[in-house]
């Protein structure tokens, strides 16, 4: 049978793979977005919007997202294993989304933007060499450039380096969804518990149709995650034997200098593109996916000029900032006796006023100057 031939092919059609898709293919080129997954389907994550993931879905996408897939809050309470601490209403708006329709309502964007999809068919085979890949229903497409949008066990990083992330490095969750009716009084209340996990924390989030429940941690510190998971259900009042809980790791805290090698660019959870002290990884999924889109377009529109990879390389630099940074400071926010000094210092109002201001403002200037020294740089080349 002949093969099918693609300037640009990407694995995975999550926030990652769905950018670097829709990017791709509003610049004009012959894209096509594989997932193993027909959709909508689901994928195991908090869903929690913040501001980062708001303005990088405005910038990739060029518009707002529909507003029956979010859920909006503004009300958080904080607890140190069990113990409450405080309850604040924060300035801005926090989103929740279920990944169901979230993806489902991303693909259609790449979709409609002119990329080609095809789902239900996982890819089994990469050839990195003679740029082919097989699918597991024998099918073999040839391709110019291959984008890994494949989430944490990416098939694409493991063609290129042996192993997707390094399991001593990153951190595991476990999650489980409970119906609203199930736990009445919780309302739209976000909530973190400190200490419920070594090196990570338990959270409450309020999807549009359920409230999300989890814990996640670093992995080789939490070997009994699963016991920490029942003991934050069991003091919510639930019975963890009734509810069903699945846990994935989550590549926070290893992510390569250089993400990807030839003509293979790797983004998202494939790359360890995830916030080693929140786990949030949706904006970092959203722009390394549509930087890598935009280093493809670049480099198909002048091939004799810089190589996509190294055009890709110079966004993963700003992206990946803040993901260095948060590397750095959970050494200053983690360990037992900081938390336990937190736990204290938290219940003054004063400190907590502090602490959250402080966090807000070191996001938002990282934020903003990461976008001056222009953030998707290959855009305007
Ligand atoms: C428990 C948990 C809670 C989380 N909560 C949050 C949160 O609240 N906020 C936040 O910002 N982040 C959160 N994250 C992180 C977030 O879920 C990920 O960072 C994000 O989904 C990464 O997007 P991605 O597109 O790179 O990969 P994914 O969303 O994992 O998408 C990868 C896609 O690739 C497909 N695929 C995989 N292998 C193949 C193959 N061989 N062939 C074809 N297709 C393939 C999969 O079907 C999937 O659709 C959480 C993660 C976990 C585990």
């Known amino acids: 049978m002949h093969a099918q031939r693609y300037e640009a092919v990407v694995v995975g059609g999550g926030p990652a793979g769905s950018a670097a898709a829709f990017t791709l293919a509003a610049a004009g080129r012959k894209v096509c977005l594989i997932d193993k997954s027909v959709f909508p389907r689901d994928k195991l994550c908090g869903g929690g919007l913040t501001f980062r993931s708001k303005r990088a879905f405005e910038q990739v996408f060029k518009r707002r997202w529909e507003a029956e897939l979010i859920n909006a809050s503004k009300d958080v309470s904080f607890f140190s294993k069990g113990r409450f601490l405080a309850s604040v209403t924060v300035n801005a708006n926090i989103y929740f989304t279920s990944r169901l329709s979230f993806d489902h309502y991303l693909v259609g964007l790449a979709r409609d933007a002119g990329a080609d999809l095809k789902l239900g068919d996982a890819v089994s085979h ?8 097989t699918l597991r229903s024998g099918e073999t497409i040839v391709f110019d450039f291959l984008i890994g949008a494949d989430g944490v066990n990416s098939i694409v990083a493991k063609a290129l380096f042996g192993q997707s992330f390094d399991p ?5 969750a476990l999650e489980t969804e409970v119906p609203r009716d199930r736990l009445p009084q919780h309302g739209d209340r976000v909530e973190f518990d400190f200490n419920a996990a070594r090196w990570g924390y338990a959270w409450a989030f309020p999807k549009p149709n359920a409230i999300t429940i989890g814990i996640g941690g670093l992995h080789r510190l939490n070997p009994d995650l699963r016991g920490r998971l029942d003991d934050y259900l069991r003091r919510k009042g639930l019975d963890p034997s009734k509810l069903k ?137």
């Open 245 to 381: 809980v699945k846990g994935q790791y989550l590549p926070a805290g290893d992510f390569p200098a250089v993400p990807g090698r030839g003509n293979v660019l790797l983004c998202g959870d494939a790359a360890g593109a995830v916030d080693a002290i929140s786990g949030e990884g949706i904006p970092f999924a959203l722009q390394s996916g549509a930087a890598a889109g935009h280093a493809i377009a670049g480099a198909l529109a002048r091939p004799a000029g810089r190589s996509a990879l190294n055009i890709y390389s110079d966004d993963w630099a700003i992206i990946a900032a803040p993901l260095r940074q948060a590397k750095f400071w959970r050494w200053f926010i983690y360990p037992r006796w900081i938390q336990r000094l937190f736990a204290l210092t938290f219940r003054s109002k004063r400190v907590r006023g502090w602490i959250l201001t402080e966090s807000n403002h070191a996001r938002n200037r990282s934020w903003f100057r990461s976008r001056r020294i222009k953030f998707m740089s290959s855009v305007n080349r």
């Open 168 to 172: 001593a490095k990153v951190a595991f």
């Open 126 to 133: 990469i050839d990195v060499e003679r740029r082919s890949l």
